[in-house]
C-alpha cells in the first residue's frame, strides 16, 4: 500500500490493484498479476505508479496516460521505488529491491538500462526515495545513496542483529530531503544528510550523515512517520498473560512522541483494535502517511485504520462526552475561528443545564450572563426554567437591567418571589434596579397588599417610599420617610424640589435631625421664609431657638425682628451663648435685655448691659459685690478708660487687702500707684505686699528703660534724616531756558546772554527773578519761597542766588 494526497492505492495477494480516495470509496481497478503484489510505488505528482510482485513481474506505468514499462526477473522482487519527480522526462528512474539493488534509468533512445547499486548483503527490505536521495535496507544495515554523484554516502549499521530481519523488518521514512527516521526494533535513529566542507572531501564523497537523536522505545518499531518536531510511531506490542505467563499478541498501539538526544517524551498512546491482531506479527504491520492532508494510515492483513490529528472540534467532542462543559466552553471560545462542527452558544446551553442537574443553581445562574448575553429570548427561556425548578432567586442578581432589557413581566415575577419569601431580598432589588424594568404600579399595590398583613415592617415602608419616588409620588414617599425616620429624607426634598410639601412639617423634620433640617431652611429661604418657620416652631420654642440662633451666626440682620425674642430664648435654652448675642447685635432692645437678665440674676450680662448703657458705675459696684473678682473689676476699669471709674474702683478696694494687692499688681500702667499707696491705712496688713511693690518698681523701670531706648531711636533718626536733607540741599539744580519765573512767570534766563541779570532758586524748587521778590525787613531778614509760604508747606529758604 502507498498514498498519495489525492488517494491511496492497495495492492492485493490476487495481483489487483485499487485506488481508493480518503473516504474509502474505490475510483479505479487495475489487474497487474495473477500472484500477490508485494509493493506499490508513487511519484508525486500521483501520475505514475510503480508494481513490483510476487512472481517477479516490475510494472511502471502512467495512471492518465499510455506510458509502461514490463520486466520480469527470475525471483520474486519485494521492493519498487519510483522517482518522486519520475513526472520529468529528465528523472525517468525507478529503483528495484530482492537479492540486490537496481537503479533503472531511460536513456535518450527511450531503452531502459539497469544499474546496480549494492549487493551481497541479503535481501533487500525497504526502500525510500526523496529528492536526490535513495535510502535502503538490507540484513545489515541502512544505506543511502546519492544519485547525484553516484555515490553511496553512509552505512547505519542494524543494532539489534538477533532480531530476524524478515520478522522485524526495518521502518524507514523521510522527514523532509535531508532528515531520515530509522526505526528498526526497538531502536529509532534520527539522521541528518550534510555537505561536507571542500577543504575535507579528498577522495570522500560531498555529502555525509550524522546521527542527531537516538533512543530506544518500549516495544517493537513496525512503521513511522513525522508529526511536525513529533515522530508518530506504530508499535508491535506483546505482553505476558498473568494466569497462564505466557506471551500473547496485543492490540498494536499508535503513539506519538517527542525526540530528545537521547531519549524521547511520550505525548500520547492509542492501542488500537484491528481484526486479527491475536495472529498478527510485527512485519503484519504498516504504516503509511499523507503529507498534504496529515492522514496516518495503518494497514493489517484484514484492516485498513485511518488515523488523522486532532482538531479543537474533536477534542471538544472529548470534553463534551467526559462532561467538562467548562473546559469545552474555553476551547470553543480560544479557538472559535477554526472550530466548525461546534456553537459556543450551545455549548453554552449544555453547561448551564449541565449544572442545573447538578444543583449548582448559583453558578449555573451567574454563567447565564456570559453564555445568554444580548440575547432577551434566551435570557426569557432561561428565566422560565428557573422559574420551574424554583430558583428564581438565584438568578436575579444577574437578569439584565440594560442591554438587553427583558419583557417587564419577567421583572415582576422575580419580585413577586422574593415579596413573598424575603423582603430584604425585594427591597434590595428594588434599590438596585432601574424603575422602568417593571410596571411599577402593580408592584406597588402587591406591597400595599402586605403591608396590610404587617403595617409597621419597615423594610416594606421603605421600599413603598421608594416606589412612591420612581412613580414621582414624592408626597406620599415624603411622609412614609418622615414617620421612618429616614435618613434620605433630605435628600430626598433637595433632589425633587419638594419644599411646599413640607411647610407643615417642619415640626417632624426638626425633631428627626434639627442640624440638617436648619441648614436645608436656611438654604432655601426663598421657598420657605423665616416667618413661615418661626410661625410653625412657635409651640416648639426650643427648636425655634435653634433655628433663629444658626440663623443670627449666619447673618446678624436677616433675623432682627426676633431679636427681642431670641433674648428669652437664649436665656432659657442656651445661656453660654447669651452674652455673645447680646454683643453682636445691633437690633436688641437693651431695656428688655437687662430686665430679663436682672430677673434671672445674670451678673455678666446685666454687667455688660449696664456698661452699654453708660453706668459704667452700676456695672463695676456688681462686678465688686456680686462677683467679688477685682481682676474683672480692674479689666472692666480698662476697658472704660474711665478716672472716676478707677477712683470708685480704690475707694471700694481701699479697706480690702486682697483687692489692694490685685490693684497694686494691676493698675501701674493707668494710674499712679501712690494715690493707692497714700491712701493705704497704717497697719493694714496686706497679702504680698512686698511683691507688689517689687513688681510696681519693675514696672517703672521698665517704663524709664522704655522711654530711653524710643529716644535713643528719634535721636538717630532725626539726625539720619537730617543728613539726608543736607545732602538733598547741597545738590545743585538745573536751571535753563524752559524755566520761568513763578512771581512774573516770564523765562528766568534772559535772551540776551549777554545782558546781566539776578535770581533766586528756593529748595522747593521754585525761581524767581531776584527784582521780583520782596524786600526781606529788618525783622526777618531770612527770604523765603511765596507760593510754599502761601500753602502752609512750610518756608523754603534760598539756596543758590545767581548773578551776572
Known sequence: MTVHDKFLALGTHYGKVYLLDVQGNITQKFDVSPVKINQISLDESGEHMGVCSEDGKVQVFGLYSGEEFHETFDCPIKIIAVHPHFVRSSCKQFVTGGKKLLLFERSWMNRWKSLVLHEGEGNIRSVKWRGHLIAWANNMGVKIFDITSKQRITNVPRDDISLRPDMYPCSLCWKDNVTLIIGWGTSVKICSVKERHASEMRDLPSRYVEIVSQFETEFHISGLAPLCDQLVVLSYVKEVSEKTEREYCARPRLDIIQPLSETCEEISSDALTVRGFQENECRDYHLEYSEGESLFYIVSPRDVVVAKERDQDDHIDWLLEKKKYEEALMAAEISQRNIKRHKILDIGLAYINHLVERGEYDIAARKCQKILGKNAALWEYEVYKFKEIGQLKAVSPYLPRGDPVLKPLIYEMV???????????????????????????????????????????????????ELYTYDKNYGNALEIYLTLRHKDVFQLIHKHNLFSSIKDKIVLLMDFDSEKAVDMLLDNEDKISIKKVVEELEDRPELQHVYLHKLFKRDHHKGQRYHEKQISLYAEYDRPNLLPFLRDSTHCPLEKALEICQQRNFVEETVYLLSRMGNSRSALKMIMEELHDVDKAIEFAKEQDDGELWEDLILYSIDKPPFITGLLNNIGTHVDPILLIHRIKEGMEIPNLRDSLVKILQDYNLQILLREGCKKILVADSLSLLKKMHRTQMKGVLVDEENICESCLSPILPTDAAKPFSMVVFHCRHMFHKECLPVPSMNSPAQYCNICSAKNRGPGSAILEMKK
Open 415 to 465: 419580585l413577586h418571589e422574593f415579596l413573598e419569601s424575603d423582603y430584604e431580598g425585594f427591597a434590595t432589588l428594588i434599590r438596585e434596579w432601574p424603575g422602568d424594568l417593571y410596571n411599577n404600579s402593580v408592584i406597588v399595590q402587591a406591597v400595599r397588599d402586605h403591608l396590610k398583613k404587617d403595617s409597621q415592617n419597615k423594610t416594606l415602608l421603605k421600599t413603598l417610599a
